[in-house]
């Protein structure tokens, strides 16, 4: 039906009787019929008059005087004229709704087609704050640039190491080593990998900090990767992820990780990097062996203590970075570090993680985790409480956890690299963690 053309409702054709013609819609006002006189006409009311035209047939219409007609007459074009200003005010309706077909929303076209989100930052910063209370202003955060090295080819970082350690218990654990750029004051960084998964999801992580002048170390932990055969062993005798025995998890801590910190020492003592300013980074099992070897080097390792008189054996741990952490891992636990004072309050905590759309366990996980540590970082206060906070939980706008989160598009590594360069470079404690050449006992 086009617009200001309207059909005759049923109860007119009814009224007026059975004259086909009324199938032909007129062009003017309503039609209608009058069987009497065998008359076919469409009425528009015009005071106590009427005009008539011819919608189909040929011939003159007839018109009558007021006075002439009968009461049924009279009714009829009362009653019709009422239809009249009906279907006027239908007709208006039909084009008001027509025009606003024909034109589109705006409201609904921007929800359709919304403008593209703001580009993340490390400015989203949520810092651990007492219950009911409001989150802290974000920090302002300066874009992070490579920074300069002393390498003749400008812009050139030194070439990834493959490296075999041999742990204890006799491992041949293989890790990567990105050596870092700023001497004595590279900051030496950690990352271990989830369950099953290996070193080389780090590969863009690893590189993305080494260009911000950090020496960075990601092995395979014992059954991932290629971390897989003891020393002498048959190929048939290889550690597997999800086979081998319960207590070889325990051994990614006290076997892998101090291999991983004695070849930090050495590294250390070569002028490579600062181990007293050690970050570790670790995902989903990962952060479970992270957090446990906090607890081990905090206690120094197999000496039971950090410190033999004037040499420092243990504490170098310094920062956490905590991707979708669990609360505990098969038979890794973070009971140990939440009771252990140093691990509590002595060291920086940044928990990244999904937000839980998809993910709630993950999510609550991460979250129960930031509960145990919160009461041990009070908030600071001043201005400058940002660069004095000590315990982060950030969730990311995505589904992904784990070491997934490090997608470019989410901005994890820029979190991580900002987290470093404020507790470990810029901090007033960090100050104090200055260089030395670490001697053991007896040497």
Same mark, same amino acid.
């Given at each position: 039906?086009?617009?200001?053309?309207?059909?005759?409702?049923?109860?007119?054709?009814?009224?007026?009787?059975?004259?086909?013609?009324?199938?032909q819609p007129a062009t003017v006002g309503i039609i209608s019929n009058r069987a009497k006189n065998n008359i076919?006409? &469409?009425?528009?009311?015009?005071?106590?008059?009427?005009?008539?035209?011819?919608?189909?047939?040929?011939?003159?219409?007839?018109?009558? %005087?007021?006075?002439?007609?009968?009461?049924?007459?009279?009714?009829?074009?009362?009653? $019709? /004229?009422?239809?009249?200003?009906?279907?006027?005010?239908?007709?208006?309706?039909? @084009?008001?709704?027509?025009?606003?077909?024909?034109?589109?929303?705006?409201?609904?076209?921007?929800?359709?087609?919304?403008?593209?989100?703001? =580009?993340?930052?490390?400015?989203?910063?949520?810092?651990?704050?007492?219950?009911?209370?409001?989150?802290?202003?974000?920090? @302002?955060?300066? =874009?992070?640039?490579p920074k300069k090295t002393d390498d003749k080819k400008a812009g050139a970082l030194p070439p990834v190491q493959?490296?075999?350690?041999? *742990?204890?218990?006799?491992?041949?654990? &293989?890790?990567?080593?990105?050596?870092?750029?700023?001497?004595?004051?590279?900051?030496?960084?950690?990352? $271990?990998?989830?369950?099953?998964?290996?070193?080389?999801?780090?590969?863009?992580? /690893?590189?993305?900090?080494?260009?911000?002048?950090? @020496?960075?170390?990601?092995?395979?932990?014992?059954?991932?990767?290629?971390?897989?055969?003891?020393?002498?062993?048959?190929?048939?005798?290889?550690?597997?992820?999800? +086979?081998? #025995?319960?207590?070889?998890?325990?051994?990614?801590? *006290?076997?892998?990780?101090?291999?991983?910190?004695?070849?930090?020492?050495?590294?250390?003592?070569?002028?490579?990097?600062?181990?007293?300013?050690?970050?570790?980074?670790? %995902?989903?099992?990962?952060?479970?062996?992270?957090?446990?070897?906090?607890?081990?080097?905090a206690l120094g390792y197999d000496n039971q203590k950090a410190s033999y008189g004037p040499l420092k054996l243990?504490?170098?741990?310094?920062?956490?970075?905590?991707?979708? #952490?669990?609360?505990?891992?098969?038979?890794?636990?973070?009971?140990? /570090?939440?009771? *252990?004072?140093?691990?509590?309050?002595?060291?920086?905590?940044?928990?990244?993680?999904?937000?839980?759309? %998809?993910?709630?366990?993950?999510?609550?996980? /991460?979250?129960?985790?930031?509960?145990?540590?919160?009461?041990?970082?009070?908030?600071?206060?001043?201005?400058?409480?940002?660069?004095? &906070? +000590?315990?982060?939980?950030?969730?990311?706008?995505?589904?992904?956890?784990?070491?997934?989160?490090?997608?470019?598009?989410?901005?994890?590594?820029?979190?991580?690299?900002?987290?470093?360069?404020?507790? $470990?470079? =810029?901090?007033?404690?960090?100050?104090?963690?200055?260089?030395?050449?670490?001697?053991?006992?007896?040497?």
């Amino acid at each position: 039906m086009t617009t200001g053309s309207i059909a005759l409702p049923c109860a007119i054709r009814c009224a007026a009787g059975n004259d086909t013609s009324l199938s032909q819609p007129a062009t003017v006002g309503i039609i209608s019929n009058r069987a009497k006189n065998n008359i076919s006409w &469409t009425q528009r009311m015009t005071g106590n008059d009427a005009m008539f035209c011819r919608p189909a047939t040929s011939g003159a219409v007839p018109r009558r %005087a007021a006075s002439q007609r009968s009461p049924g007459d009279r009714r009829l074009v009362q009653w $019709l /004229a009422v239809a009249a200003m009906l279907a006027a005010v239908s007709t208006e309706a039909f @084009a008001a709704d027509a025009a606003k077909a024909e034109k589109p929303d705006a409201s609904k076209a921007a929800k359709a087609d919304p403008a593209p989100p703001k =580009k993340a930052s490390p400015e989203n910063v949520e810092k651990a704050n007492p219950a009911g209370s409001e989150r802290p202003s974000p920090p @302002a955060v300066e =874009k992070k640039e490579p920074k300069k090295t002393d390498d003749k080819k400008a812009g050139a970082l030194p070439p990834v190491q493959e490296i075999e350690l041999l *742990t204890g218990d006799g491992l041949r654990l &293989t890790l990567s080593y990105y050596p870092g750029t700023q001497g004595k004051e590279s900051v030496p960084v950690v990352l $271990l990998h989830m369950w099953k998964q290996s070193r080389a999801d780090y590969k863009d992580l /690893a590189l993305y900090l080494q260009s911000q002048g950090h @020496a960075v170390a990601a092995p395979d932990l014992r059954g991932h990767g290629q971390s897989v055969r003891f020393k002498g062993a048959r190929k048939d005798e290889d550690l597997k992820a999800a +086979t081998m #025995p319960i207590a070889q998890f325990t051994k990614m801590v *006290t076997e892998d990780m101090k291999a991983v910190k004695d070849f930090l020492w050495e590294r250390n003592n070569a002028g490579e990097l600062n181990l007293d300013k050690l970050c570790v980074v670790g %995902a989903e099992m990962g952060a479970s062996v992270a957090m446990d070897f906090a607890v081990y080097d905090a206690l120094g390792y197999d000496n039971q203590k950090a410190s033999y008189g004037p040499l420092k054996l243990g504490g170098f741990v310094r920062a956490l970075v905590l991707l979708s #952490p669990e609360w505990s891992f098969k038979n890794l636990s973070l009971r140990q /570090a939440v009771a *252990t004072p140093r691990v509590q309050s002595g060291i920086a905590i940044l928990i990244l993680v999904g937000n839980g759309k %998809a993910d709630r366990k993950a999510f609550s996980e /991460a979250k129960r985790v930031h509960g145990m540590f919160e009461r041990h970082h009070p908030e600071p206060k001043g201005d400058d409480k940002i660069d004095r &906070t +000590t315990l982060f939980f950030i969730p990311l706008d995505t589904k992904l956890q784990g070491t997934k989160l490090l997608d470019p598009n989410i901005h994890a590594p820029e979190y991580i690299a900002d987290f470093i360069d404020r507790r $470990l470079l =810029k901090s007033e404690e960090s100050q104090e963690w200055v260089w030395k050449e670490r001697k053991r006992p007896h040497e």
